[in-house]
């Protein structure tokens, strides 16, 4: 991919400035030594989320989401780069950061016998959350009605919902969900993305990682798209989408012909399933239609096909053998990047220490 190309979709080398941030890494660097060898994890990970709304981080599996949330939040050691929390160099400031973020990167232990609500109050007090936190926190994740029915009952979206509750009770500034749809059925991923918005709409900052980013387009106002552990793609999902090649299905009779017009013509062509075909990179529909009409062939359908994130990562990873560095190929420049642009469900921790009847945080070097 040419550096236009990445330019196009967002990678830029703007400075930022880090006051806005809420999470700033850069040159982020994590190498896993296993029995199969050395694996990097992340390979020089610059990545900036914005203070406010909700930021997608996004990328295949085993693309370094998960190392690099636990990096941040101290649970893994990183081999070189810097990072910061609300301004604040981590892992050295943790402690004094670290009770304005609320994570969900590990497995829960809520007592399945017990009440939502039970197991709520619980944590509260183990933290020492203020009076009224509880139902303010239920209230928040949509489960008011359902907090005395027992934990045991709840299906895997309710459990879930319920996790983000526990990281809400210390009302933090920043939310770090890892892969929190994970398991979940349409309508439990449709009630954590209302969970997200509303948190983001509150004024707090959800940074979300998930590997299918057709999910989480619809919630983002801005993500950060990685690939081989790096970089690839930043900014306001609406700009990424919207620098995406446009292409448009067309339907006309002769199709071998059009095909030769249209390419002739220096536009990308190819054939879409038995009826349509395909052309890219079109800015003007109506170019279609005139240069057909113009050899005798009538268009009986023009359709603007509309780009998501899932195809705009496709076309920026395009073409890349196994094992090429995906920043390879988006020719990634150094310096600030920035464009202005198991279940997740059973997974609570409140770095850096877990408050009882939370789950245990897996540390580095830990087996997956
Ligand atoms: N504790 C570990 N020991 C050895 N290798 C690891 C360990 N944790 C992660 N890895 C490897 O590091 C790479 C990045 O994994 P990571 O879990 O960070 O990616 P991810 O994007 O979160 O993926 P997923 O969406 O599948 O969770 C993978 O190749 C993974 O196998």
Do not use: C
Request: cysteine-free.
């Amino acid at each position: 991919m040419a550096p236009a190309a990445a330019a196009r979709h967002g990678v830029t080398t703007t400075e930022v400035d880090a006051a806005t941030l809420a999470v700033s890494t850069r040159g982020l660097r994590k190498t896993y030594r296993s029995r199969r060898g050395r694996q990097v994890a992340v390979e020089g990970l610059d990545l900036d989320v914005p203070l406010g709304g909700v930021h997608g981080f996004l990328g295949p599996n085993g693309s370094g989401k998960t190392t690099s949330i636990r990096m941040l939040l101290g649970l893994v050691r990183a081999d070189s780069g810097t990072m910061t929390l609300f301004g604040e160099e981590v892992p050295e400031r943790l402690p004094q950061v670290i009770g304005r973020v609320g994570a969900i990167v590990e497995s829960p232990t809520f007592f399945p016998h017990f009440t939502a609500r039970k197991n709520l109050q619980l944590l509260a007090r183990a933290i020492g959350a203020p009076d009224g936190a509880v139902e303010k926190v239920l209230e928040d994740v949509g489960l008011a009605d359902r907090a005395g029915d027992r934990f045991r009952t709840y299906s895997l979206g309710m459990k879930q919902r319920l996790a983000i509750a526990a990281t809400l009770l210390k009302d933090p500034e920043l939310l770090i969900f890892d892969e929190p749809t994970n398991g979940l059925d349409p309508a439990g991923i449709r009630e954590i993305r209302t969970t997200m918005r509303t948190l983001a709409d509150q004024g707090k900052t959800v940074l979300v990682s998930s590997h299918i980013l057709a999910e989480v387009e619809q919630v983002a106002d801005t993500v950060s798209i990685i690939g081989h552990g790096r970089l690839i793609a930043s900014g306001r999902v609406s700009d990424i989408i919207g620098s995406a090649t446009s292409s448009v299905r067309v339907g006309v009779a002769d199709r071998p012909t059009a095909l030769t017009v249209l390419d002739a013509a220096g536009l990308t062509v190819r054939l879409d399933g038995h009826d349509h075909l395909l052309v890219d990179g079109v800015d003007d529909p109506a170019q279609i239609t005139r240069l057909l009409a113009g050899q005798g062939l009538y268009v009986h359908e023009l359709v603007p096909l509309t780009a998501g994130l899932e195809s705009v990562f496709l076309e920026l990873t395009a073409g890349q053998g196994p094992g090429t560095s995906v920043a390879d190929a988006v020719a990634a420049p150094t310096g600030r990047r920035a464009a202005h642009a198991e279940s997740a469900a059973e997974r609570l921790a409140a770095p850096p220490a877990a408050p009882p009847g939370s789950g245990t945080a897996r540390t580095e070097g830990e087996g997956r």
